[in-house]
């Protein structure tokens, strides 16, 4: 007599189990889809589709970066390098070009070439605007220096003014003031500035 309700209650059971069974997976389903979750990606597709952090750091020519003139154009040096010319070719230039002095406003006072304007390359971007009041870029011929062939403002400068300001005529004279005071000055006299313009900053803000 006890056979039936055994078998009764074996039914229940696996009914029980059965049901527990579809109910947990319909509440995992719709636990599932209420926290968004989905298949882990691989590493080569983690931030696909995202902004992704530059390594590039920059530099003198980019502007931004370390350049000192500010707004960026193309990169410097993808740029044609400006002509190179000796002091010898300078001097031939000087009655149409203008010398440009790319070192400190304090280093030209010390001493420049004779005839020489001052644009500091640390203050380019905060005196380009009164320079090219005096100096058109359509007409201008300008070469611009800088120490010697180890320092790179003046060819940085050249190619700025060249790319960004659209100079037609700028040269580049590589072995700078040194060149001239070994070729001109002897190297231990001091420069004669009588009659010369005035630098373009005063201050001594690009010191």
């Known amino acids: 007599m006890n056979t039936p309700i055994f078998r009764i209650l074996a039914v229940r059971g696996a009914l029980i189990v059965a049901l527990s069974i579809v109910l947990g997976i319909a509440l995992d389903s719709v636990h599932t889809s209420a926290i968004g979750w989905r298949q882990p990606e691989s590493a080569g597709d983690v931030g696909a589709g995202?902004?992704?952090a530059s390594n590039d750091t920059?530099?003198?020519?980019?502007?931004?970066?370390?350049?000192?003139?500010?707004?960026?154009?193309?990169p410097l040096d993808e740029i044609d390098p400006p002509q190179s010319v000796t002091w010898e070719e300078a001097?031939?230039?000087?009655?149409?070009?203008?010398?440009?002095?790319?070192?400190?406003?304090?280093?030209?006072?010390a001493?420049?070439?004779?005839?020489?304007?001052?644009?500091?390359?640390?203050?380019?971007?905060?005196?380009?605007?009164?320079?090219?009041?005096?100096?058109?870029?359509?007409?201008?011929?300008?070469?611009?220096?800088?120490?010697?062939?180890?320092?790179?403002?003046?060819?940085?400068?050249?190619?700025?003014?060249i790319s960004r300001y659209n100079y037609r005529n700028v040269l580049h004279m590589?072995?700078?003031?040194?060149?001239?005071?070994?070729k001109e000055a002897g190297g231990n006299r001091p420069d004669q500035h009588g009659g010369l313009p005035p630098p373009l900053d005063e201050g001594d803000a690009a010191k």
């Open 174 to 182: 590589p072995g700078g003031y040194a060149e001239w005071r070994q």
């Open 58 to 74: 920059g530099g003198a020519d980019s502007v931004g970066g370390n350049d000192p003139v500010g707004n960026a154009g193309d």
């Open 111 to 161: 001493g420049h070439v004779p005839g020489a304007v001052s644009l500091p390359f640390a203050a380019f971007e905060h005196q380009i605007a009164g320079f090219m009041q005096r100096f058109d870029p359509d007409t201008a011929i300008l070469i611009v220096y800088c120490d010697n062939k180890t320092c790179a403002s003046s060819d940085t400068m050249a190619r700025i003014l």
């Open 50 to 52: 995202e902004p992704q």
């Open 91 to 109: 001097e031939a230039l000087l009655e149409q070009a203008t010398l440009v002095d790319a070192r400190s406003a304090a280093a030209y006072r």
